[in-house]
């Protein structure tokens, strides 16, 4: 009998596990029992030749018939085509630079091939099907039919040097001495839900007697998954909850009080409730762990700056931390506007309630940054504004009592905690996290499950209706030559317009890059130049991208915000946060580009005061493309829940878990975060209360063990990308 932990090779051999390890990284018997089939094959599934349908999924069994290779000519690599027949009709595969599989598509071979039905040139094919071969000793349709006749067969994600039916064999091996297992899923929680137990599921996902018990052995394996993932994090949020914090209230009369006064705006409805929860929670002896998502504009800033005064009130001290040296600068004046008198206590005409804000970035002259520091470490700066400068050992708060993260996807857990270990006496600090992307609420669960969420739902009424377009320069190149015109219009008009390139332009870059040879995209100081000489001439045009000194970034922003510079040429550094009301058009060059959040995003810049916008999305891509498709969708709403589930769906999901769950060994390989949603709900629920009741889990040790190498996996990625 063998257990997960046993070596492969004691099992298999030392050949086939050398080549298990080096293609596919499975080196134990959990690695290949984890490693599941990606679709079953069935007779009764065939498909004769003669019938194929376009668009349809299919399987046939056919034989090769010939082999031929030829190289693009549009593009660099090749393209393996192969004619299969299975006597009623042909079929074409085509696989783009996998010149290898010429080695073992060889004629005569026969072999199950699937994949979804496309025409090029008038006939069927298969692009990048998936194809099992019955082994060579197999050289008619009769035989294949006879040896195969009920029986339901794996197809394994392989490799050129490990076909899938050699993997199935292996699997068979394991699977004749794999003996009892401990069980992860707890036996009450099985039943509950019906789902077979360990052993069972990993027999029925191999070798399954029917598709039926395929399907629910596969049920029973994506709920392992989401239910050990959610074990993790409840117990993350208790052990969270078990640490001490210091209760933080405003107090009558205080800073917060004054600043609710001197706003020059109703909050918003959400704004007041979110404003109510966030208060009752800092006023706990334990910290606060929230996330608060809301679209572009909804108004977060005037939330997290009344949750930092009531810390300020009860004599604490909150940190902002922003992604980028710009945002945290913005941050810093638009705290300090709100904040007014309030945010110059101890200075001349400042109120005698109230604070002052420090900032600190990690670029600021070292006078000004040792000043802030005293500041910071005597308690004098109550609200302190930074980059990840803020996380270095030398910043010491005198009592920090709330950290506040912007624009959360970019920062990790690790920054978190970072800041939380710079309290007081042992305590925690509370968080709030704050997103404009908004997260559908699986992967919210998932990803930042150990936070509890909030959203602000609501925007501040009076805000301008945005409306975007796809320019696409392919087929309508004056379209472009139109948009300049429209630029210097809203220019002269006295508003503000961004054009945004995927690309800065100077000799920094990495000339490499582009792995196709498709055109470089429009970088920002070529652009600039060719907009000063030719459409925008007589216009200021100012640009700003990453590569810019503090400085020079600062001084950009300033000549834009305030008109003498009406054109921002810049990269995606205005992507988060900026605020410049009068803002009323964008450019977006080369908007295939990028991604539908960061479309989201950047459009996120303009219709933020009271005049409408404009939003051009530049693209050569053609109608009907998905990067076309992309754009139409972007162009079509202003939802951002809407966007991020198209975002999602167009994107692995790998990706879509960012660094928590990436890595090549994620232990999420039949959970999909946007389709199982019932089930991780399901699975949190049931979670929850398990750690609840043995909080650490020593009376369910399978699932600590499980819980413990997800755990594992999570830190070697995080090790991996440091
Ligand atoms: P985001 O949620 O994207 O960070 P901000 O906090 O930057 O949004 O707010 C965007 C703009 O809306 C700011 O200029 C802010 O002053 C303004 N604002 C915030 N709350 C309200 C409100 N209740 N009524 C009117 N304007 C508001
Ligand atoms: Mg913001």
């Not at 009558?252 to 959400?270: H, K, Q, V």
């Not at 912007?406 to 007081?424: P, T």
């Not at 130049?529 to 100012?542: D, V, W």
């Amino acid at each position: 009998m063998v257990d997960f932990d046993h070596d492969l090779r004691a099992i298999v051999g030392d050949k086939t596990a050398k080549a298990l390890a080096s293609a596919l990284d499975l080196h134990t018997v959990g690695d290949l029992m984890r490693h599941y089939p990606r679709r079953y094959v069935q007779r009764g599934e065939l498909t004769e030749l003669s019938s194929l349908r376009e668009d349809e999924h299919v399987t046939v069994v056919a034989m090769v018939r010939s082999v031929s290779k030829r190289s693009m000519r549009q593009r660099r690599g090749s393209i393996l085509e192969v004619v299969v027949t299975d006597g009623t009709g042909e079929l074409t595969l085509t696989f783009f630079n996998q010149a290898w599989r010429e080695r073992e598509l060889l004629p005569e071979r026969i072999g199950m091939f699937a994949g979804k039905v496309g025409t090029y040139r008038g006939k069927r094919q298969l692009a990048h099907p998936d194809y099992e071969l019955f082994p060579e000793h197999v050289t008619s349709f009769r035989q294949a039919a006879e040896e195969y006749a009920d029986e339901i067969i794996p197809v394994y994600p392989a490799s050129e040097k490990l076909p899938s039916w050699r993997i199935a064999k292996c699997v068979d091996v394991v699977l004749q001495q794999l003996g009892d297992l401990p069980d992860p899923v707890p036996e009450q929680v099985r039943r509950k839900h019906r789902l077979p137990g360990l052993a069972e599921a990993l027999h029925a996902v191999h070798r399954p007697r029917s598709i039926e018990l395929a399907r629910t052995a596969q049920r029973r394996l994506r709920f392992e998954e989401a239910f050990v993932l959610q074990a993790e994090l409840a117990r993350r949020r208790l052990s969270t909850a078990a640490l001490p914090a210091t209760r933080r209230a405003a107090v009558p009369g205080g800073a917060l009080e004054a600043l609710d006064e001197r706003l020059p705006f109703e909050l918003t409805e959400g704004q007041r409730r979110l404003g109510e929860e966030i208060a009752a929670e800092l006023d706990t002896p334990h910290p606060m762990h929230r996330l608060l998502q809301g679209e572009v504009g909804a108004g977060k800033t005037v939330v997290a700056l009344r949750a930092m005064l009531a810390v300020v009130d009860s004599g604490g001290q909150a940190a902002l931390l922003a992604p980028t040296e710009v945002l945290a600068q913005q941050h810093y004046r638009s705290l300090t506007n709100l904040l007014g008198p309030l945010a110059q206590r101890g200075m001349l005409g400042g109120s005698d309630v109230g604070t002052r804000v420090a900032l600190v970035t990690g670029s600021m002259p070292a006078a000004a940054r040792r000043e802030a520091l005293l500041d910071i470490g005597v308690g004098d700066a109550g609200i302190v504004v930074g980059t990840h400068a803020l996380l270095e050992e030398r910043v010491q708060f005198f009592d920090l009592g709330l950290v506040v993260v912007d624009e959360q996807h970019r920062f990790g857990v690790e920054q978190r905690s970072a800041l939380a270990a710079k309290s007081r006496d042992g305590t925690r600090p509370h968080v709030l996290v704050m997103t404009a992307t908004p997260i559908p609420r699986t992967v919210a669960m998932t990803v930042f499950g150990d936070l509890e969420i909030s959203t602000l739902a609501d925007v501040p009424g009076g805000r301008a209706e945005v409306s975007t377009h796809v320019v696409p320069v392919d087929e309508k190149p004056h379209f472009l030559d139109r948009a300049w015109q429209r630029v210097r219009e809203e220019a002269e008009a006295g508003h503000r317009v961004y054009v945004v390139c995927p690309r800065i332009g100077d000799e920094q870059e990495d000339p490499g890059g582009a792995d196709d040879d498709r055109r470089r995209p429009v970088a920002v100081l070529e652009l600039a130049e060719m907009l000063r000489t030719g459409p925008l001439a007589g216009i200021e045009t100012e640009v700003l991208h990453g590569r810019l000194s503090p400085e020079a970034k600062d001084a950009a922003m300033a000549r834009f915000t305030q008109g003498t510079a009406p054109v921002l040429v810049a990269t995606t550094v205005v992507e988060v946060g900026i605020d410049v009301p009068t803002a009323s058009m964008m450019v977006i060059m080369d908007a295939d580009r990028f991604g539908v959040s960061q479309l989201h995003q950047l459009r996120g810049r303009i219709g933020r005061g009271e005049i409408p916008g404009v939003c051009l999305l530049v693209t050569e891509a053609p109608a009907g493309s998905p990067a076309r498709q992309r754009l139409d969708a972007v162009a079509a709403t202003r939802n951002g829940f809407e966007l991020s589930r198209v975002d999602l769906e167009q994107r692995r999901e790998g990706d879509v878990l960012g660094a928590a769950q990436s890595g090549k060994r994620s232990s999420l390989k039949m959970l999909k975060v946007i389709r199982d949603e019932d089930v991780i709900r399901q699975a949190r629920e049931d979670a929850t209360a398990v750690v609840a009741g043995d909080r650490d889990l020593a009376e369910h040790p399978a699932l600590l063990r499980a819980v413990e190498a997800v755990v594992a996996e999570q830190e070697a990625d995080y090790l991996d990308k440091a």
